[in-house]
T-cell receptor, first 108, second 113 residues
């Protein structure tokens, strides 16, 4: 098991701009997942990228995975106020351990 | 229909009391979890059950005892509550233990006074 480490810890951008969050991990994985947590709510799964994939898209989300660098990034394009939340990465081997997340704040 | 539901959503109780949080999932999953999120938003796994068997038991005080009467339920009982137990407790479930998506409940806010 291992914990992903998100960077930055906090990010504030203007609505309409793109938001990029990064995740680093330490050992080999089966896949890497990104989750979102709105204030006062449970975590919601956003996207999963397998270890043999390099990039994946889902709507306004773009995830990359570099297994040689043991890192992943989550890009949210054309951000909206509703994207304000905390984002967690979860490098997945046998159990998911979450980091502290990136707190994203979209400014009107 | 709520996939992972936990009750109560809010709980305020005095130090020393014993309380339980219940969790049920209707997704047909065979694995359930309890996570604790403290005031700094750090989410820590506490327990995991697969087919009613305990498979993950992190460093958690013995005052915390999970119980899984069947695959769809995982309850958390806490004895002799302490101030430091104040947190949000999340129940979650997944199909299998390796690599699959985890589905979370909405959380139970526990405040110990």
């Amino acid at each position: 098991s291992q914990q992903g480490e998100e960077d930055p810890q906090a990010l504030s951008i203007q609505e309409g701009e793109n938001a990029t969050m990064n995740c680093s991990y330490k050992t080999s994985i089966n896949n890497l997942q990104w989750y979102r947590q709105n204030s006062g709510r449970g975590l919601v799964h956003l996207i999963l990228i397998r270890s043999n994939e390099r990039e994946k898209h889902s709507g306004r989300l773009r995830v990359t995975l570099d297994t040689s660098k043991k890192s992943s990034s989550l890009l949210i394009t054309a951000s909206r106020a509703a994207d304000t939340a905390s984002y967690f990465c979860a490098p997945r081997d046998d159990k998911i351990i979450f980091g502290k997340g990136t707190r994203l704040h979209i400014l009107p | 229909d709520t996939a992972v539901s936990q009750t109560p959503k809010y709980l305020v109780t005095q130090m020393g009391n014993d309380k339980s949080i219940k969790c049920e999932q209707n997704l047909g999953h065979d694995t359930m979890y309890w996570y604790k999120q403290d005031s700094k938003k750090f989410l820590k796994i506490m327990f995991s059950y697969n087919n009613k068997e305990l498979i993950i038991n992190e460093t958690v005080p013995n005052r915390f005892s999970p119980k899984s009467p069947d695959k769809a339920h995982l309850n958390l009982h806490i004895n002799s509550l302490e101030l430091g137990d104040s947190a949000v407790y999340f129940c979650a479930s997944s199909q299998g233990t390796k690599g699959n998506t985890i589905y979370f409940g909405e959380g139970s806010w526990l405040t110990v006074v």
